[in-house]
């Protein structure tokens, strides 16, 4: 009878705790859901809105090349054609002219690049241009003299106030050039702490504040970063402003860090009984931490310094701050240059009234994606090819 009174009071409790751990299991699996569901949404939202942005609009059209087309090359094509070709490549034709002299006092043909509103047509998109300009274009379209090319120019020139002929040339050439700042000064001074910090350091007061205020700067809001940047390299050593040299040393400042804490992690993961081992062998301490801790520890190691330097790839605020979001047409060609990141050209973009930018800025996007994804993988291949366990 005893028995059957404690099953009576026990068997509720476990259907209980039976439905708890089933709604907890179907929130869990909901929320991988709708992460899942909202990543897969971003993704197709940009590459449908990218896409179109790697095709661009040309039209055929027949130039008399003659003196007067070099020193006013709007004079070379018709009011009906002047209104739907790109004005870049009408002040690009007398140098193009000059390149070839042979030309001159000839009929040469052209695909010229037509403007932006009307790659927006052609392409099925919302655009401003007039009935009559669409009905010209229809007619050029129906004889062929209109087709869409692959966006060379969006991958081989740089920003432009006119939206057709913009492009990434010069952000791809900044971000290249910061991120080799950030990795030669962010790096190595991070691993060397870590493994001061790790092996070295005594255990004291002193180094546990450290370690303690090195883990919150990690977590701190990066344009903190940038303010920091904007008063001691800037203001203070006087480097110049929008350069990858400043942009690279700021977002350094910001992945230090994360690398120190991510390398501290790979040297604590390494067996004791290595350094006991070596100490049995008469090594000294930087002997042992030189040939067997930090090798077994380098994959770890460049594993989170991949990623601290991804992360910085992607960020736009502290480079706000020292001045790298300023209209640069032209790439840089030395660390002290003037120059643009790709988020910085992004957001940029963004901000565009035309809405050829707008398929600029997710095509901007795509590539970015494409970049930190791969070095992401670049960490995932390292971490598992070179990792031992123990």
Do not use: C
Not at 60 to 87: C, T
Not at 281 to 295: A, E
Not at 310 to 317: F, V
Not at 318 to 332: E, H, N, Q
């Amino acid at each position: 009878m005893q028995e059957k009174n404690d099953n009576y009071f026990y068997i509720p409790q476990i259907k209980r705790r039976n439905q708890k751990a089933a709604i907890f299991k179907g929130l869990t699996i909901f929320s991988i859901v709708f992460s899942i569901s909202f990543l897969v949404f971003f993704l197709v939202d940009i590459v449908r809105s990218g896409y179109p942005a790697f095709q661009q609009t040309y039209i055929k059209i027949e130039v008399k090349i003659n003196d007067e087309v070099v020193e006013n090359p709007y004079g070379a094509v018709n009011g009906k054609q002047l209104k739907v070709i790109s004005r870049a490549w009408l002040r690009d034709l007398p140098n193009l002219i000059k390149a070839n002299p042979t030309w001159l006092n000839s009929t040469q043909t052209f695909w010229a690049l037509a403007n932006s509103e009307v790659d927006q047509y052609i392409k099925g998109k919302e655009s401003r241009t007039s009935a009559r300009d669409r009905a010209y274009v229809d007619e050029l379209k129906e004889q062929g003299n209109v087709v869409l090319k692959f966006n060379t120019l969006f991958l081989l020139s740089g920003d432009s106030k006119i939206p057709e002929n913009s492009g990434i040339y010069s952000a791809i050439i900044g971000s290249l050039l910061t991120m080799i700042v950030t990795i030669l000064i962010a790096f190595p001074i991070g691993v060397m702490t870590a493994i001061y910090l790790e092996e070295f350091a005594p255990e004291n007061k002193l180094t546990h504040i450290i370690e303690v205020n090195i883990n919150n700067l990690a977590a701190i809001p990066s344009i903190l970063f940038g303010l920091l940047g904007l008063a001691i390299f800037i203001n203070f050593f006087g480097v110049p402003r929008s350069s990858p040299l400043v942009g690279g040393m700021t977002l350094a400042l910001m992945s230090l860090p994360v690398i120190i804490v991510s390398s501290k992690a790979a040297l604590k993961s390494v067996p004791a009984s290595i350094r006991q081992a070596g100490f049995g062998l008469g090594l000294t301490k930087w002997q042992i931490v030189r040939d067997h801790v930090l090798p077994v520890a380098m994959p770890g190691i460049l594993t989170g310094s991949i990623i601290s330097i991804a992360r910085a790839i992607g960020e736009t605020a502290p480079l706000i701050i020292v001045g790298m979001i300023a209209f640069v047409p032209d790439a840089a060609t030395s660390f002290s240059d003037a120059a643009t990141v790709l988020p910085a050209q992004i957001f940029t973009w963004a901000g565009m009234p035309e809405k050829a930018y707008l398929e600029r800025t997710a095509a901007a996007i795509i590539v970015l994606l494409v970049l930190l994804l791969s070095l992401n993988a670049v960490a995932i291949y390292l971490r598992k090819k070179f990792e031992r366990k123990w």
